[in-house]
């Protein structure tokens, strides 16, 4: 027999059996972690800014880009596969809770006439919200798989403007408010899970998100509504169970 008809016999009888592996390997994958995170969210957009004193209405203007900068995020969130990773992968399942915080560092005013009310300090937010991940895994190894992840989230703003005066308005310091933040995105990943059950991954993607919040003070409101677009980046931590 040639070597060359030989070489072909083997190819015919390993390939399938590499298949078969690798399928069997991937099939015994199943998804069932919790995963801590830590990471950045996004500059946000210019706040879109309205304040309301009695009857009387004006928006708020920033000295420079009054954009909240990049802030640390970090969550937590549970992760299920629909079954077993099979050859082309499966759909996963994840429910978590994030927080992050943000400050911009302008100066800006109310655009009262004549006189304006001036904020002499920076806008902080805190955001906390509950996401819910739908997405595709796809096992590389019994130990590496990959992760496309959109998702959707819902919960609350909380923004703090600081000491304004003018135009005979004095208002407290840090003044607080609470209002709806919801959030969507997509995220890709790339986990390795230890024979022990601990995992390293790290993941990165894109978010968008809405915020609104008012303050109230004695003589009237603040009203911010913050939009925010860009990339997103997280280091990840966890365990298969």
Request: glycine fraction near 18%.
């Amino acid at each position: 027999m040639e070597a060359g008809q030989i070489r072909c016999m083997r190819n015919a009888v390993l390939i399938p059996l590499i298949l078969v592996g690798i399928e069997a390997g991937a099939a015994e994958v199943k998804i069932r972690e919790l995963r801590l995170s830590g990471g950045v969210t996004p500059e946000t957009d210019e706040p879109e800014g309205t304040d309301r004193v009695g009857a009387t209405s004006a928006s708020i203007s920033f000295d420079g880009d009054g954009a909240l900068d990049y802030g640390p995020r970090g969550g937590i969130t549970l992760y299920e596969s629909f079954g077993s990773l099979g050859r082309y992968g499966g759909f996963m399942l994840g429910f978590g809770f994030s927080h992050s915080e943000q400050e911009g560092d302008a100066a800006h005013q109310s655009n009262f006439s004549p006189t304006p009310i001036t904020y002499d300090g920076p806008i902080k937010r805190w955001v906390n919200v509950f996401d819910l991940h739908l997405g595709w895994a796809y096992a590389l190894s019994d130990k590496l798989h990959v992760e496309v992840l959109p998702f959707v989230g819902y919960g609350s703003m909380r923004v703090q403007d600081t000491i304004a005066f003018g135009g005979g308005v004095s208002r407290d310091d840090h003044g607080t408010s609470d209002g709806p933040y919801w959030e969507g995105g997509l995220t890709l990943g790339l986990y390795y899970t230890f024979a022990n059950g601990a995992q390293l991954g790290a993941n990165g993607g894109w978010l968008v998100s809405h915020g609104r919040a008012s303050i109230g003070y004695s003589d009237g409101s603040l009203v911010y509504e913050i939009d925010q677009s860009g990339p997103v980046g997280n280091i990840t931590l966890g365990f298969r169970f």
